[in-house]
């Protein structure tokens, strides 16, 4: 069977081989914690960008000085032409800021920059942590989503596990004369056992006991479809992490092109292209939230009435709950953008 395969290697198992480790900690691991994973695995990149030391962010702010002194190059004859008539006046100094600004920013490697950018990471972590701590259903909605993942993750290993029970007869004959039924028996042994391992992995984790209440005939009865359902699972544990992996990537390559947009926004348009650059990080600032608040509410709901599909969890994390929250975040970044502009338009039509 594919799900004992990958469960037992997990386990440090050979195909075939059966220690008596029914339960993957690997991957419930990876079910409880893998948003901080993902988190995590950024973490030396923003701190390089921090420091100075990234050769990336390094060669894209190189780029952008360079195409910074030509536009202030030729934007300087104006400014002569304009002091000569007018000296120190509101309109020259004005002209003159935002070019000074942006020289400013792209010094020393960009540290002005790559630094204010990290404090805007850092808004929208923290935004998204408030958000993950609040109570609904009295559990927080973050201790919420690792008991669900967890839950549903042992309740998938149970059902391999307890396929090796459906090869034991339905009812036999002991020594004794008694008639017994060791597939029973065993199915029984099994749920009690992978319940008891998911109320020790809680505690062992400092989250809420919760009801562990699976419900065995569900369990049982699931049994048939156990390896379709554990591909599945993993597809869709896949895609789950993906996107969420996705989304923290985009922060860092918004962070990256930074520079880029900061230099266009010193060419004479109306609508200035940084504007652009902060709608984007608003938009995936209300991606990263509203998926948040998507998957603590589901779960939140799951886990007041538990449920025994180990695929209801990630079939929402991996699907529904990114296309909901991209449509949001899509829609609200845009909204922004547009009322930049329009207020830019406006101030022009006010001063004309």
């Given at each position: 069977?594919?799900?004992?395969i990958l469960f037992a290697q997990s386990a440090g198992q050979q195909p075939g081989q059966n220690t008596g480790v029914t339960i993957s900690g690997e991957i419930v691991d990876g079910a409880i914690n893998g948003a901080d994973i993902?988190?995590?695995?950024?973490?030396?990149?923003?701190?390089?960008?921090?420091?100075?030391?990234?050769?990336?962010?390094?060669?894209?702010?190189?780029?952008?000085?360079?195409?910074?002194v030509v536009l202030v190059s030729f934007a300087s004859l104006g400014w002569y032409r304009k002091f000569a008539e007018e000296g120190f006046s509101y309109n020259f100094v004005n002209e003159m800021v935002f070019p000074l600004l942006v020289i400013l920013m792209l010094?020393?490697?960009?540290?002005?920059?790559?630094?204010?950018?990290?404090?805007?990471?850092?808004?929208?972590?923290?935004?998204?942590?408030?958000?993950?701590?609040?109570?609904?259903?009295?559990?927080?909605?973050?201790?919420?989503?690792?008991?669900?993942?967890?839950?549903?993750?042992?309740?998938?290993?149970?059902?391999?596990?307890?396929?090796?029970?459906?090869?034991?007869?339905?009812?036999?004959?002991?020594?004794?004369?008694?008639?017994?039924?060791?597939?029973?028996?065993?199915?029984?042994?099994?749920?009690?056992?992978?319940?008891?391992?998911?109320?020790?992995?809680?505690?062992?984790?400092?989250?809420?006991?919760?009801?562990?209440?699976?419900?065995?005939?569900?369990?049982?009865?699931?049994?048939?479809?156990?390896?379709?359902?554990?591909?599945?699972?993993?597809?869709?544990?896949?895609?789950?992490?993906?996107?969420?992996?996705?989304?923290?990537?985009?922060?860092?390559?918004?962070?990256?092109?930074?520079?880029?947009?900061?230099?266009?926004?010193?060419?004479?348009?109306?609508?200035?292209?940084?504007?652009?650059?902060?709608?984007?990080?608003?938009?995936?600032?209300?991606?990263?939230?509203?998926?948040?608040?998507?998957?603590?509410?589901?779960?939140?709901?799951?886990?007041?009435?538990?449920?025994?599909?180990?695929?209801?969890?990630?079939?929402?994390?991996?699907?529904?709950?990114?296309?909901?929250?991209?449509?949001?975040?899509?829609?609200?970044?845009?909204?922004?953008?547009?009322?930049?502009?329009?207020?830019?338009?406006?101030?022009?039509?006010?001063?004309?």
């Amino acid at each position: 069977m594919l799900l004992t395969i990958l469960f037992a290697q997990s386990a440090g198992q050979q195909p075939g081989q059966n220690t008596g480790v029914t339960i993957s900690g690997e991957i419930v691991d990876g079910a409880i914690n893998g948003a901080d994973i993902i988190y995590q695995s950024f973490e030396n990149d923003w701190a390089e960008l921090a420091s100075g030391t990234s050769s990336i962010y390094t060669a894209v702010v190189a780029v952008s000085m360079l195409v910074a002194v030509v536009l202030v190059s030729f934007a300087s004859l104006g400014w002569y032409r304009k002091f000569a008539e007018e000296g120190f006046s509101y309109n020259f100094v004005n002209e003159m800021v935002f070019p000074l600004l942006v020289i400013l920013m792209l010094t020393n490697n960009g540290f002005l920059l790559a630094n204010t950018t990290i404090a805007l990471k850092d808004v929208s972590a923290n935004l998204n942590r408030s958000i993950l701590s609040i109570t609904r259903n009295g559990v927080r909605l973050k201790d919420a989503i690792r008991n669900v993942n967890a839950d549903q993750s042992f309740i998938l290993a149970t059902q391999t596990a307890l396929a090796r029970c459906e090869k034991l007869k339905d009812s036999e004959i002991d020594s004794d004369g008694k008639i017994t039924s060791p597939r029973q028996t065993c199915i029984k042994a099994k749920i009690e056992d992978a319940q008891r391992e998911a109320q020790l992995a809680r505690k062992k984790r400092g989250m809420s006991s919760g009801s562990g209440s699976w419900n065995p005939l569900d369990i049982g009865g699931e049994l048939v479809n156990s390896a379709i359902q554990g591909l599945v699972y993993v597809i869709l544990s896949g895609l789950s992490a993906g996107f969420q992996y996705i989304v923290q990537l985009s922060f860092l390559l918004v962070a990256y092109v930074a520079p880029i947009f900061l230099v266009l926004s010193l060419l004479p348009f109306e609508s200035k292209p940084l504007y652009a650059w902060l709608s984007g990080w608003l938009g995936l600032t209300l991606i990263l939230i509203s998926y948040s608040i998507i998957v603590g509410i589901v779960a939140s709901a799951i886990v007041d009435k538990p449920s025994s599909n180990p695929l209801l969890m990630q079939l929402i994390q991996a699907i529904f709950s990114p296309l909901l929250a991209v449509a949001i975040g899509t829609g609200g970044g845009m909204s922004v953008f547009t009322a930049f502009t329009s207020g830019i338009k406006f101030s022009v039509g006010l001063r004309k």
